[in-house]
């Protein structure tokens, strides 16, 4: 019993090491995908790669035996990590837009590189859009929620909050200028 222990243990360290070894193989080439795909956004590659690592680590020390293509395999899971972060940004973008009206004042980066200081503009201006969320009314904040973060549509909302779509929309018109309110001062 001791002894098979022993093995399984031996038997997990080599597995991990066969993971590095492939990753380090392939790492560079990788990266150079990620940045196409990211626009040479550093800090969105450096997470990607991040998220990379920890996905095929895991994937890999419960499925080896069916990679066939090492590289293929990590740039399928790199490609589908960076399609999910520039999702993120449209989501974050279509967000501002639809709750003010004035995109000009947010910066998303999807086509090119951010530089950090617009990149912590961006994500001060974000923070600011919620805070100014917490402060309107209960009633509005609801409709709020269900309408640009749960994504629901009108008739949704209107059967969840037992309501006309008429006054709906009407609450959403006057959130949404109490949020331009807000987020100009």
Same mark, same amino acid.
């Given at each position: 019993?001791?002894?098979s222990?022993?093995?399984?243990?031996?038997?997990?360290?080599?597995?991990?090491?066969?993971?590095w070894?492939?990753?380090?193989?392939h790492?560079?080439?990788?990266?150079?995908?990620?940045?196409?795909?990211?626009?040479?956004?550093?800090?969105?590659?450096?997470?990607?790669?991040?998220?990379?690592?920890?996905?095929?680590?895991?994937?890999?020390?419960?499925?080896?035996?069916?990679?066939?293509?090492?590289?293929?395999?990590?740039c399928?899971?790199?490609?589908?990590?960076?399609?999910? &972060?520039? $999702? /993120? +940004? #449209?989501?974050?973008?279509? %967000?501002?837009?639809?709750?003010?009206? !004035?995109?000009?004042q947010?910066?998303?980066?999807?086509?090119?590189?951010?530089?950090?200081?617009?990149? &912590?503009? $961006? /994500? +001060? #201006?974000?923070?600011?859009? %919620?805070?100014?969320?917490?402060?309107? !009314?209960?009633?509005?904040?609801?409709?709020?929620?269900?309408?640009?973060?749960?994504?629901?549509?009108?008739?949704?909302?209107?059967?969840?909050?037992?309501?006309?779509?008429?006054?709906?929309?009407?609450?959403?018109?006057?959130?949404?200028?109490?949020?331009?309110?807000?987020?100009?001062?």
């Amino acid at each position: 019993m001791h002894s098979s222990k022993i093995s399984n243990h031996v038997q997990d360290e080599n597995e991990y090491s066969q993971f590095w070894v492939i990753w380090f193989e392939h790492q560079p080439r990788i990266r150079s995908c990620c940045f196409r795909w990211l626009n040479g956004n550093h800090a969105s590659v450096d997470d990607a790669l991040s998220q990379v690592i920890e996905k095929a680590h895991h994937y890999y020390l419960k499925t080896k035996d069916l990679i066939r293509s090492p590289f293929s395999w990590l740039c399928k899971v790199a490609h589908n990590i960076c399609i999910d &972060i520039h $999702r /993120e +940004n #449209k989501k974050q973008f279509k %967000f501002v837009t639809d709750m003010t009206d !004035n995109p000009e004042q947010y910066f998303f980066s999807e086509f090119e590189s951010e530089e950090l200081e617009d990149q &912590i503009e $961006r /994500e +001060n #201006k974000l923070e600011h859009l %919620f805070e100014s969320l917490e402060l309107l !009314n209960k009633d509005l904040k609801k409709v709020i929620y269900h309408r640009f973060i749960d994504e629901m549509e009108y008739s949704e909302i209107a059967e969840v909050l037992s309501t006309s779509q008429e006054n709906v929309r009407k609450k959403v018109q006057i959130a949404r200028k109490q949020l331009r309110v807000l987020t100009n001062n």
